[in-house]
C-alpha cells in the first residue's frame, strides 16, 4: 500500500470514528419504533462440538476462531454458540448469555473492528438464530437490551453496507440484513436490499460450472453454507427463493465434490484448507442436491482424474482476478495425488491467522508441487493481499489415449522476467499405479529450476541408488518409487498447513538449469510391487 493510501485510510479512520462513535450518532440510531420480541425464529442447522463447548464453560478459552472472529480477537465466533449449544446444558446456555452480554457492552463504545458490515452481519444473523437455544436462561432485561442492541446494529448496517459485496464476507452482510428484517423491523426495506445484493454478487461471483470466481475450495465450502442458511430463512418466512440462489446450490454442491480427497476433506489450492470432514458432509447433505461428483470445472479450471484408487487433483488456470484474488497463490499448474484416505503429494497450504509472513510464504510458487525459477514466484505476491504481475496465458487440455489420462499444460509467468515458458504434461495410467510427468522449459536458457514434490506428512521417504531415485512409504504401508531426470534430486524439511497448525513435512526437489531451447525434465511415481 501507497504512503498516500495509507494516510488517506487514516483520514477515513477518523472521520468514522467522529462520526459514528458521535452521542448524536447514536441517538439518530435509537431514534424509531423496537419490537417487544423477535417476529421470526431462525434456527442455525449447523453442527458443533461439544468437547469446544466444556472448554469454553471451563474458561480454558474464551474465543475460538470460526466465523465471526476478527483480527482484533474481539468478537466472539459463531462457531462458539454452536460449540456451546452440542453440550446443550442450562450451564452452556447461560455461558452463551454470558457471551452476548460482554458484546453488548463492547458495542456501547465505537470501535470499528467490530461495527465493520460484515461483522455486523455475522453477530446479527448469530444473535438471531441462537436465540432459541440461550434466551431461556436470560432474565427478561437481558432480551430487552438484546433486541435494543439488534435493531441498533441492523440500523447501522442499513446505512453502512457496502454497495459491492464479494465472497463470504459479502454474504455475512446479506444474511444479517436478512435476519435482522426477517426477525426485527424494516422487514421491506432490508429483504429487498438484501435480495439485490445477492442477486449482483452471485451473478458476478458463481461460475456456471459450479465453481467459484476465487478458484478457492474453502470459499466455495463456505460460500455455500451461507447461502444454505440464507435459503432457510427465505423458507422459514415463506417467501420465495430467488432463481440464482436455488441454482447457484445446484452447481455449487458437485463442484464442491471435485476438490475431495479421499479423506473427505478439500484439496489445498489458492488459500484453502482441508476443512472439517463434517462440516463438507453438512452442507452437500443440507444443499438438497445430488449433483455428481464433477471430472473438470472448466471455468474455473480444475481437472480431477480418477484410476483404480488413485486420484489427481491439478489446477489449470490462471489466479483469479480483482478483487477476487484476496487469497490467491502463485502455484501454476500444481497438482495434489492421493490413493484411497492417504495423500501423499500436496501443496503447502494456508495458514489461517493474520501472519503476512506465513501467508507470503505459502502463496509462493515454491509452496507448491510445481516448478519454480530461479526461486521466484510465477506471480507477483503482494504483501496487503492479492496479485501483482501475473501471467499473460495458461491454458491446459484433457485427453486419453491407450487408456492412459493425459493433461497438457503451460503457462508463460516466468516470461516477464526470465523468457521462459513452463509447459506439463501429467499422465495417470488405468490402473492408478503409475503417475507421470514431463516437464519442458522453452525460452531463454541460462536460469536455474527447481522442481518440488511436497508429500504429506504421514510419508516417510528416503532416497535410494545413490540419490537417483526416492522411496515413498505411506501410512498403511504402501511404497512408491520416484525417478526423475534431468537434474539433481535432494530431500528436503518443508512444512503442512492442512488445517491452522503448521506441520513439519519433507519434500522432494529436483535442481538443474537450463542448458538449451528446450529443456525437458522427465519423472514418474511407480507404487511399488508386494
Not at 323 to 345: M, N
Amino acid at each position: 500500500m501507497s504512503a498516500s493510501s495509507k494516510i488517506l485510510q487514516q483520514v477515513r479512520r477518523k472521520v468514522k470514528v467522529a462520526t459514528y462513535g458521535s452521542p448524536i450518532y447514536r441517538l439518530m440510531l435509537d431514534q424509531g419504533p423496537v419490537p417487544e420480541r423477535l417476529c421470526l425464529a431462525i434456527t442455525d442447522p449447523w453442527p458443533g462440538n461439544a468437547a469446544v463447548g466444556q472448554a469454553i464453560i471451563a474458561g480454558g478459552q474464551e474465543l475460538f476462531p470460526g466465523d465471526g472472529a476478527n483480527a482484533s480477537g474481539r468478537v466472539y465466533a459463531t462457531s462458539n454458540y454452536r460449540d456451546l449449544r452440542a453440550v446443550g446444558t442450562e450451564t452452556a446456555r447461560r455461558k452463551a448469555v454470558e457471551l452476548i452480554s460482554d458484546e453488548m457492552e463492547q458495542l456501547e463504545r465505537w470501535q470499528e473492528d467490530v461495527w465493520e458490515p460484515d461483522v455486523l452481519g455475522e453477530r446479527i444473523a448469530a444473535w438471531i438464530s441462537f436465540y432459541d437455544f440461550y434466551s431461556t436462561a436470560a432474565e427478561a432485561d437481558f432480551n430487552e437490551r438484546l433486541i435494543v442492541s439488534l435493531v441498533r446494529q441492523l440500523r447501522h448496517l442499513l446505512r453502512v453496507q457496502p454497495t459491492q459485496l464479494t465472497g463470504v464476507d459479502g454474504l455475512k452482510v446479506i444474511k444479517g440484513l436478512l435476519y435482522g428484517g426477517l426477525g426485527l423491523l424494516e422487514g421491506e426495506r432490508a429483504l429487498a436490499l438484501a435480495l439485490d445484493l445477492l442477486r449482483r454478487q452471485l451473478t458476478a461471483e458463481a461460475l456456471q460450472d459450479g465453481g467459484h470466481i476465487s478458484r478457492n475450495p474453502s470459499e466455495q465450502l463456505h460460500m455455500l453454507r451461507y447461502l444454505i442458511d440464507i435459503r432457510s430463512a427465505l423458507r422459514a418466512a415463506r417467501l420465495e427463493l430467488l432463481y440464482e440462489l436455488t441454482s447457484a446450490i445446484d452447481r455449487m454442491v458437485p463442484a464442491l465434490k471435485l476438490f475431495r480427497h479421499g479423506d473427505g476433506k478439500l484439496a489445498l489450492f489458492n488459500g484453502s484448507s482441508e476443512e472439517s470432514e463434517l462440516w463438507i458432509e453438512a452442507a452437500i447433505t443440507l444443499a438438497e442436491t445430488r449433483g455428481r461428483v464433477m471430472r473438470r470445472l472448466a471455468q474455473t479450471g480444475y481437472e480431477r482424474i480418477t484410476a483404480g484408487r488413485s486420484l489427481l487433483l491439478v489446477d489449470m488456470a490462471a489466479p483469479a482476478h480483482r478483487p477476487y484474488d484476496r487469497y490467491a497463490h502463485a502455484g501454476l499448474l500444481s497438482f495434489e495425488f492421493s490413493v484411497g484416505r492417504e495423500r501423499i503429494i500436496v501443496n503447502c497450504g494456508a495458514h489461517n491467522q493474520d501472519d503476512e509472513n506465513w501467508r507470503l510464504a505459502l502463496a509462493a510458487t515454491a509452496a507448491h508441487s510445481t516448478l519454480a525459477l530461479e526461486d521466484t514466484n510465477a506471480c507477483e505476491i503482494l504483501r496487503d493481499g492479492g496479485l501483482g504481475h501475473r501471467p499473460q496465458e495458461v491454458s491446459g487440455q484433457r485427453y486419453e489415449q491407450d487408456e492412459v489420462q493425459f493433461v497438457e499444460m503451460m503457462h508463460d509467468g516466468y516470461v516477464h522476467n526470465f523468457q521462459v515458458v513452463h509447459q506439463r504434461t501429467l499422465s495417470l495410467s488405468k490402473d492408478g499405479e503409475e503417475l507421470g510427468g514431463l516437464e519442458t522449459l522453452s525460452g531463454k536458457p541460462g536460469r536455474d529450476f527447481a522442481l518440488r514434490w511436497h508429500l504429506h506428512p504421514a510419508v516417510q521417504v528416503s532416497l535410494a541408488h545413490g540419490g537417483q531415485t526416492a522411496l515413498l512409504r505411506t501410512g498403511s504401508g504402501a511404497g512408491w518409487r520416484l525417478r526423475a531426470e534431468g537434474g539433481d534430486l535432494s530431500l528436503e524439511s518443508g512444512v503442512y498447513c492442512g488445517n491452522d497448525q503448521p506441520r513439519r513435512s519433507m519434500q522432494l526437489k529436483l535442481s538443474g538449469r537450463i542448458d538449451k531451447d528446450p529443456t525437458v525434465i522427465k519423472w514418474s511415481l511407480v507404487r511399488e510391487k508386494k
